[in-house]
């Protein structure tokens, strides 16, 4: 069974960086795209960043743009989010999802992807 394991985050100022990872298990890692979530307290599940299968392609939330960078390295079964410039208001549990399909058209609602992380916490002190 594929399992999803991400780590990375912490306590961070505002204005710094960190780096989240999602390691996959399994052999099929490079056929699907990937996506990282995040959740904060009392709000809803929102997507931040997308790649494809290939890593070609990427997607990001306008709340991010020009700020974090996904990206993946399908020889080690793994996905990077780096984070930079970072808000309070990022401050959330990210989770990473992998697409509901294989070499699916990257998109960014939830609904595309079924199987999830269980998440990284990220603080933003101000």
């Known amino acids: 069974q594929v399992q999803l394991v991400e780590s990375g985050g912490g306590l961070v100022q505002a204005g710094g960086s960190l780096r989240l990872s999602c390691a996959a298990s399994g052999r099929t890692f490079s056929r699907y795209g990937m996506g990282w979530f995040r959740q904060a307290p009392g709000k809803e599940r929102e997507f931040v960043a997308g790649?494809?299968?290939?890593?070609?392609?990427?997607l990001y939330a306008d709340s991010v743009k020009g700020r974090f960078t996904i990206s993946r390295d399908n020889a080690k079964n793994t996905v990077y989010l780096q984070m930079n410039s970072l808000k309070p208001e990022d401050t959330a549990v990210y989770v990473c999802?992998?697409?509901?399909?294989?070499?699916?058209?990257?998109?960014?609602?939830?609904?595309?992807?079924?199987?999830w992380g269980q998440g990284t916490q990220v603080t933003v002190s101000s």
């Open positions: 790649i494809s299968w290939s890593g070609d392609s990427t």
């Open positions: 999802a992998r697409n509901r399909a294989p070499w699916a058209v990257l998109r960014g609602s939830q609904y595309e992807y079924d199987l």
